[in-house]
T-cell receptor, first 113, second 114 residues
Framework: AQTVTQSQPEMSVQEAETVTLSCTYD???????LFWYKQPPSRQMILVIR??????QNATENRFSVNFQKAAKSFSLKISDSQLGDTAMYFC??????????FGKGTRLHILP | DTEVTQTPKHLVMGMTNKKSLKCEQH?????MYWYKQKAKKPPELMFV???????INESVPSRFSPECPNSSLLNLHLHALQPEDSALYLC?????????????FGPGTRLLVL
């Protein structure tokens, strides 16, 4: 069975700093997808970034980038030039071929002014 | 446009009430999902509809009854709920089920059962 582990329950950084959220996962599959979702206090789940396991190139979306290490089963999210609006719960998620998403327990990120 | 809408935003109901949650998307997505999320926990999958047919039921109690009237609408009918069913109910959609497509979430309905 697949598992997703986020080892940082909560983090705080100053505005404009760079922060990295950790995620590891376990699977025996070779083809899968990984996601980072953001859930601000409004509780809407917002897709931040998506990575296909067969792609070696790390995905980037503006200030958000990932460090995908397939052999190590690691998928960390880097937020550059953090902004107050980045304050949210961040979920790492794994999707296999049956389209079921397995979420990690989340990391609560606080951006401090 | 990746918008999924949900109504109502908030719902308070008694244990003997019958109510419905509604989810709508106009992106042409053919797969729609219901998730339940308790506070400070990740979402848990409840149901998956693919091409308007129920394809996955994650052993959800029968007091939750999903319905997909058409490709744009997904309802969740609620009857005789328990206080422990209080949670955020999230709807999501994707292009289709089985293609490892990204799921886009709605804003959720916050349900309180008294």
């Amino acid at each position: 069975a697949q598992t997703v582990t986020q080892s940082q329950p909560e983090m705080s950084v100053q505005e404009a700093e760079t922060v990295t959220l950790s995620c590891t996962y376990d699977t025996s599959e070779n083809n899968y997808y990984l996601f980072w979702y953001k859930q601000p206090p409004s509780r809407q789940m917002i897709l931040v970034i998506r990575q296909e396991a067969y792609k070696q190139q790390n995905a980037t979306e503006n200030r958000f980038s990932v460090n995908f290490q397939k052999a190590a089963k690691s998928f960390s999210l880097k937020i550059s030039d953090s902004q107050l609006g980045d304050t949210a719960m961040y979920f790492c998620a794994f999707m296999s071929r049956d389209d079921k998403i397995i979420f990690g327990k989340g990391t609560r990120l606080h951006i401090l002014p | 446009d990746t918008e999924v809408t949900q109504t109502p935003k908030h719902l308070v109901m008694g244990m003997t009430n019958k109510k419905s949650l509604k989810c709508e998307q106009h992106m042409g997505h053919r797969a729609m999902y219901w998730y339940k999320q308790k506070a400070k926990k990740p979402p848990e999958l409840m149901f998956v509809y693919s091409y308007e047919k129920l394809s996955i039921n994650e052993s959800v109690p029968s007091r939750f009854s999903p319905e997909c009237p058409n490709s744009s609408l997904l309802n969740l009918h609620l009857h005789a709920l328990q206080p422990e069913d209080s949670a955020l109910y999230l709807c999501a959609s994707s292009h289709y089920h089985g293609g490892e497509e990204t799921q886009y979430f709605g804003p959720g309905t916050r349900l309180l059962v008294l």
